[in-house]
């Protein structure tokens, strides 16, 4: 018997919102619900690397801290390397590291000088896109290292931010868009 095909729109159904947090206005949107079921949280990855074949790319990179869930477990599927990128001052060794806006703050994201090879091809990862500045920032410090980001994707994508303008040089892709 086979499992019935997961889409974007079982996954959105599954996404929790949380008024006012972090902060009063904020609308969080709450994926936990998708990771706690075994067949959306598969689906998920599995449409995040439809189209790339193991040994296709050389990392996939997580941005801190709920990209890395998406990211290990692509970078399995993939045989692929797993690069965590993370904020400042958590990374153990030497880092460069690029500061960026987002909705409600600022902050600044670091990856190891070694992270990838230079001309490697690399899947980004992260939860949401909301203003862009978050993956920016990160796919500024792969091209810094020389990485190719091949495509950046996303669970959940808050259209009405217009992240998306801030990544307009490379794929963009996002499973449920609000």
Same mark, same amino acid.
């Given at each position: 018997?086979?499992?019935?095909?997961?889409?974007?729109?079982?996954?959105?159904?599954?996404?929790?919102?949380?008024?006012?947090?972090?902060?009063?206005?904020?609308?969080?949107?709450?994926?936990?619900?998708?990771?706690?079921?075994?067949?959306?949280?598969?689906?998920?990855?599995?449409?995040?690397?439809?189209?790339?074949?193991?040994?296709?790319?050389?990392?996939?990179?997580?941005?801190?801290?709920?990209?890395?869930?998406? +990211? &290990? @477990?692509?970078?399995?599927? $993939? *045989? %692929?390397?797993? /690069?965590? !990128?993370?904020?400042?001052?958590? =990374?153990?060794?030497?880092?460069?590291?690029?500061?960026?806006?987002?909705?409600?703050?600022?902050?600044?994201?670091?990856?190891?000088?070694?992270?990838?090879?230079?001309?490697?091809?690399?899947?980004?990862?992260?939860?949401?896109?909301?203003?862009?500045?978050?993956?920016?920032? +990160? &796919? @500024?410090?792969?091209?810094? $290292? *020389? %990485?190719?980001? /091949?495509? !950046?994707?996303?669970?959940?994508? =808050?259209?009405?931010?217009?992240?998306?303008?801030?990544?307009?040089?490379?794929?963009?892709?996002?499973?449920?868009?609000?």
């Amino acid at each position: 018997m086979s499992t019935p095909t997961v889409t974007p729109a079982d996954l959105e159904r599954a996404i929790r919102n949380v008024p006012d947090f972090p902060k009063p206005g904020i609308q969080f949107k709450d994926i936990t619900p998708v990771l706690q079921d075994p067949r959306l949280f598969a689906a998920s990855v599995e449409l995040l690397t439809a189209d790339l074949a193991p040994g296709s790319i050389q990392a996939v990179v997580g941005i801190d801290a709920r990209g890395f869930i998406f +990211a &290990a @477990a692509a970078a399995f599927k $993939l *045989g %692929a390397g797993l /690069v965590p !990128i993370r904020k400042s001052g958590k =990374l153990p060794y030497r880092t460069f590291e690029q500061s960026y806006d987002l909705e409600y703050g600022s902050n600044t994201l670091a990856v190891h000088v070694d992270a990838v090879p230079s001309g490697s091809r690399v899947l980004l990862l992260d939860d949401l896109l909301a203003t862009g500045g978050t993956a920016q920032a +990160a &796919a @500024a410090l792969l091209t810094r $290292l *020389g %990485a190719q980001v /091949v495509r !950046i994707g996303f669970l959940v994508e =808050l259209s009405f931010l217009k992240g998306r303008t801030r990544l307009r040089d490379f794929p963009v892709q996002s499973l449920v868009v609000y």
